[in-house]
């Protein structure tokens, strides 16, 4: 098995025990993220949109108002379950789903309006190859509209983010900062256009129930939280409340980038 084939197992393996608690998931269903992304899809209309990573779908449903026809892709055929589900509950008309990898997308070059990713490149094994995918499926001037959680630029803080994250979700690849997106996506050909910063708030113990992480570890990742340093409990807003339970805030990066 190869290293894509092994990440890829993870993640299939990750995401098709918790689909419902994904479906279910306030962070993936809303949050601010998704409506930059929306409002940002709004300015145009496409033929054909394509979301990548699609999970429970919350983001195709999003952008469905202003495309013809969206496909939703993702690894995991029970996430792709859910998001047939949430089509059939709005009553969306224009939307299919599609078994596919972010790293090897079933569409001709230059045939896609609008590409969508949300909450999903941080466990993809080749995010190199997955931008390049964005870059060839795109028509020219056509739209990117990215969304992932980012570590900070401290080195030291952006380990620590990335070790917790891994440890709570062995799926976890990395997640970038915001200057290692911009500049892999411009290398890439993608010319970012506009950029915007969301909060992602969290309560502890529904981020670690989300993710199905052992109790064991659970426990571990809840002790590390505690004991984290000033500087992380600042960086990444690590609260307690007085009845013991924990709240922290990772921060989004979204990404509005057109095909030079």
């Not at 990713?117 to 060839?136: N, P, S």
Request: charged share 20%.
């Amino acid at each position: 098995m190869t290293a894509d084939q092994s990440q890829q197992a993870k993640s299939q393996e990750q995401f098709g025990q918790q689909s419902h608690h994904y479906a279910e998931s306030l962070v993936h269903s809303s949050g601010e993220s998704l409506q930059v992304i929306q409002q940002w899809a709004s300015t145009t209309t496409y033929t054909t949109a394509v979301d990548i990573g699609t999970g429970a779908g919350f983001t195709a449903a999003a952008i469905s108002p202003f495309a013809g026809h969206v496909i939703a892709t993702d690894i995991t055929s029970s996430m792709l379950l859910e998001t047939r589900l949430l089509v059939t509950t709005r009553g969306i008309s224009n939307l299919d789903c599609l078994l596919a990898a972010a790293e090897c997308l079933p569409f001709t070059d230059d045939s896609v309006g609008l590409v969508t990713c949300r909450i999903a490149a941080h466990h993809f094994q080749d995010l190199d190859k997955a931008t390049e995918e964005w870059y060839r499926v795109l028509q020219s001037e056509g739209m990117l509209l990215m969304a992932d959680t980012v570590s900070p630029e401290d080195l030291n803080l952006a380990a620590w983010m990335n070790e917790i994250e891994f440890r709570r979700d062995p799926s976890h690849v990395r997640n970038l900062s915001p200057s290692e997106w911009m500049s892999k996506l411009e290398s890439n050909g993608l010319q970012v256009e506009e950029a915007a910063v969301t909060d992602v708030p969290m309560f502890f113990d529904e981020w670690v129930l989300r993710s199905g992480t052992p109790e064991a570890e659970s426990t571990k990742l809840l002790q590390d939280f505690r004991k984290a340093t000033p500087l992380a409990k600042e960086a990444f807003a690590i609260l307690q409340d007085d009845s013991g339970r924990l709240s922290f805030k990772w921060t989004s990066l979204v990404i509005r980038a057109k095909k030079k």
